[in-house]
């Protein structure tokens, strides 16, 4: 992504903040996996919205009005050892010349440097409790200042969280953001279809999982958005399935639910399939359910809907289903209003999509479901989960769980499915299995 993206960025967060206030954000930590081996390193999303800065034992300082500059970054000076061992990272001199920084300083001299930057400010806007070592030396910071009073100093009188302004900004996603998501998503469905082809019995759920990370890898992805959930047969009425250590049978279901990350923005996709190629008569009949609940919830997406308007047409489809296969009894109104679906449907049908798979934003204003508009992308995943060892329905629908995902971006006339590239209807994904 352009640094042009980032500049138009942090120009919007600081017109929000106003003259007289200042932001702070700090990066993402190095985590130690085992003894000196680190995890690999993911930058906190909302420092690197705003940044494009990849390192971490940074901080990113917003000042509006500030002569001397009003981006400042604090990072690792530029150290020739590291650079050897490690590789290149960008020093004060990098920071200003390619991530745009007015002004950068050596991220140790932070004690130094910063208190003064706060003085005479009114308010202070932050990630309030997301590190809480950050937290303590901020207070300490500003108690510092005010101890001074009698010099002078004025202290800041406001600790604001910079989450509701920053999230709402996320929200809605730019052509450049999208442009990303795009690519995530194109990579995602082709690997899904990968997946789908190479399935057969015999074959162990982590196998399919290493088809779905190759195809990410070999399109320049190299990062999962979130651990890919491989689940075969039963497993898939566990909703965060992760060990992917399952033998493939045939007569079984394999649902996958992965998405690969492109430039720190994710793909979220799910597709369920019968394993030998063809779905026996009861998964057929919940499948299509599911998928009809699925369609109507994506039709609600348009701007001036509710957030909820997807997931309540899903749940209507459903009840009605499972009333009409004798899984549930009563009347639907009565079933949806006490949550009679819930022992096979408990999840809500989306949540809102972009640099975390589960991403941020408000769902609600004001207590009110809030408005879709354009530019937000969400997703789309209606399911059904029917245990094993349910003794309350008929034993031919046990131990069958499926759901169907796909990411929608609201448009201004209405919506677009970005992850169209997957077969998802019954004719469709037979028709694919049967090709190799």
Known sequence: MKQTEFKKRRKQLMQRIGIGNIALIGSASMHTRNRDVDYPFRQDSDFYYLTGFNEPDSLAVFIPGREQGEYILFCREFDEKKALWEGAHAGLEGATQHYDADDAFPIADLDDILPSMLEAKTKVFYPIGRDPELDHSLLEWINHIRNQSRSGLIAPGELISLDHILHEMRLFKSAAELKLMRRAAEVSAAAHVKAMQSCKAGMYEYQIEAELVYHFIQCGLRAVAYPSIVAAGK??????????????????????????????????????????????????????????????????????????????????????????????????????????????????????????????????????????????????????????????????????????????????????????????????????????
């Not at 408005?371 to 992308?377: N, P």
Request: proline fraction near 4%.
């Open 235 to 436: 497993n898939a009425c566990t909703l965060h399935y992760t060990e992917n250590t399952g033998k493939l049978k045939n007569g079984d279901l394999l649902l996958i639910d992965a998405g690969a990350e492109c430039d720190h923005y994710a793909a979220d996709i799910t597709r369920t399939f019968p394993i030998s190629g063809r779905f026996s008569e009861p998964q057929k009949i919940l499948y299509q359910l599911v998928l009809d609940a699925q369609t109507a919830a994506i039709e609600q997406i348009q701007p001036g809907s509710s957030w909820i308007a997807p997931h309540d047409a899903a749940v209507e489809v459903i009840t009605k289903g499972l009333v009409s296969l004798g899984l549930l009894k009563g009347r639907v109104k009565n079933l949806i209003k006490k949550e009679k679906y819930k022992p096979f449907y408990m999840h809500r049908t989306g949540h809102w999509l972009g640099m975390d798979v589960h991403d941020v934003g408000d769902y609600k204003i004001n207590q009110e479901w809030r408005v879709l508009e354009a530019g937000m992308l969400l997703t789309v995943e209606p399911g059904l989960y029917i245990p094993a060892d349910c003794k309350t329905v008929d034993e031919k629908w046990r131990g069958i769980g499926m759901r169907i995902e796909d990411d929608v971006l609201v448009t201004a006339k209405g919506h677009e499915i970005l992850t169209g590239g997957v077969p998802k209807t019954i004719a469709d994904i037979e028709a694919l299995m049967q090709v190799n």
